[in-house]
């Protein structure tokens, strides 16, 4: 099992930048692949990047593609979430998950182990 703890929110102006932290404890981190999801008030949680168990795949929502990089540092038991050009509508709760499975996976579903998240606030 694995514990991930996010920090790296906060608040910013539109067309800024934040980037987010995923820290990871337990079993090997390198055996889960990893994602990012968000949660804005009155909305479902949805999927925003996701990266395989060796960093070399990614997968990213239409809405933040080209905008947020999102890489992992095996060695450090870290995940990093680059987020440039911020958008009011990218305000939400941002949630680092892990899955055992060896794909990039997009759907809330099929990710084992959760974060509390950390809060991105855009202001315009």
């Known amino acids: 099992q694995v514990q991930v703890v996010e920090s790296g929110g906060g608040l910013v102006q539109a067309g800024g930048s934040l980037r987010l932290s995923c820290a990871a404890s337990g079993r090997s981190f390198s055996s889960y692949a990893m994602g990012w999801f968000r949660q804005a008030p009155g909305k479902e949680r949805e999927f925003v990047a996701a990266?395989?168990?060796?960093?070399?795949?990614?997968n990213y929502a239409d809405s933040v593609k080209g905008r947020f990089t999102l890489s992992r540092d095996n060695a450090k038991n870290t995940m990093y979430l680059q987020m440039n050009s911020l958008k009011p509508e990218d305000t939400a709760v941002y949630y680092c998950?892990?899955?055992?499975?060896?794909?990039?996976?997009?759907?809330?579903?099929?990710?084992?182990?959760w974060g509390q998240g950390t809060q991105v606030t855009v202001s315009s």
């Open positions: 998950a892990a899955t055992r499975t060896r794909l990039v996976v997009t759907v809330t579903r099929q990710y084992d182990f």
């Open positions: 990266i395989s168990r060796s960093g070399g795949a990614t």
